[in-house]
């Protein structure tokens, strides 16, 4: 779910580059004279070099079919061994090292932390709102009215508790599409954002010409934080090619991923961005393409022959009425296609929810059981599968040794988990957030004994609830 796609005038390539080698240049580029800082949060401490082992957990899942048995290389009571910030070792009875922290995690299930491939934090602001509305009344009711009351401070507190919300349900990794231009807007939704601990992507979309904007954010704002990557966003329509063009241009000279929305609705189909996308060189694996739901037998072939990476959005599309992606024959073809939770359109950040409606959405759309993915497919899909999307599985996504150390803990012994019968199955189809015991990211805990860390909820909410208020007054 986007924002209602602006159509500007036609930049050149020129004219979207300029900016590159200026953007360091401070805020004269970008809106006047300097403002003053907003208080930051404060930064979340470099992984140290103490060790940590979880000690015979009752199911690992490494996501990595050589360390363990099946496709999800599932080992029975384990140990994971996390040191420096990254994946030490897996395996029965590992040695303590000298120093190491030992915890207890008989009785628990610990698997690589959630990635979620697609997200619109700021919209944490009307969460349950428009509720009777289609993509294009959400627009009209929700996203347009409200973008333009942000303050820097508001919208602080709405990406903050959207993010920790997502940190409290598993959420290890995340990719946020942003269409706020004002630097000091950007500067402060970064602060958030990084502040939280999270492992993230900032997708720009740039206002054409505005190269230099996604250049200075990029530069000062995103690659200061060790955890931060970006990604430059367009709207993928034949109307707005010339922007991008020049989108796909700038992304190819910062190095990063062309994110684009894609046949959300069946309307957009007069839109031809899938043909769009394929005339300006930009469909390949360098390309994130957001919903695609509405893809012809072609497309479908294109998008897998050129290894175009997908975030399927099933909660929201289904809010929204926008329809079910063609999950299973895309599946069948091979296309890597992470899970997005899609901003105010999941209105929380329950991942277990929305690897259930992965599944039951295809299959109700089918009337088969065994129609893809099954239970396996959408674990791998929810963390390995999502690094996959965004090129970044050499890093996250599985506990193999040498990856960083982002995993979760889970904790079956609830009154919604309970009683033992496949706990696999059980993960998607019984877990909910609160059966999230403990969160890592980069080796540093974001959330313990099912509590995030160093963070006052209570105050977190307030904010958020202040801002909303005086917004609404507004």
Known sequence: MQSTPATPAAPTRRGLLAGLGLAAAGPLLLGGAPRPALPRPAEPPAPGSAAVLLRRASLVLTMDPSLGSGPLGALQNADVLMRGGAIAAVGAALPAPPGARVVDSSGKLVMPGFVDTHNHLWQAMFRGGCTDRDLFGWFRSCTDPQRGLLTPDALHSFVRLAALDAVQSGVTTLVDWVDIFSYDLVESYLRALAGTGLRFTYALYPPAPDGALAAKVKKELVDPVPLGSFQVATHAARAAQADNRAHWELAQELGVMLNSHVLERPEMRADDPIGVLTDIGALGPRLLMNHAIHLTDAEVAAVAERDVRLAHCPLSNMRLASGIMRLSDLGRRGVKVGLGLDGGTND???????????????????????????????????????????????????????????????????????????????????????????????????????????????????????????????
């Open 348 to 474: 929380t950040s329950d991942f277990h929810a929305l690897m259930k409606t992965a599944i039951g959405l295809q299959r109700a759309r089918s009337t088969e059981a065994d129609v893809f993915p099954q239970v396996e497919d959408v674990l791998r899909m929810a963390t390995l599968g999502g690094a996959e999307v965004l090129g970044i599985a050499d890093r996250v996504g599985s506990l193999t040794p040498g990856k960083r150390a982002d995993l979760l803990v889970v904790d079956p012994a609830a009154l919604n988990f309970a009683p033992r019968f496949d706990w696999i199955g059980q993960i998607v189809f019984n877990g909910r957030p609160e059966n999230v015991e403990a969160v890592f990211v980069d080796g540093r805990p974001l959330k313990l004994g099912g509590r995030l860390v160093d963070v006052d909820t209570a105050r977190v909410v307030r904010e958020a609830e202040t801002a909303a208020a005086r917004l609404r007054a507004a």
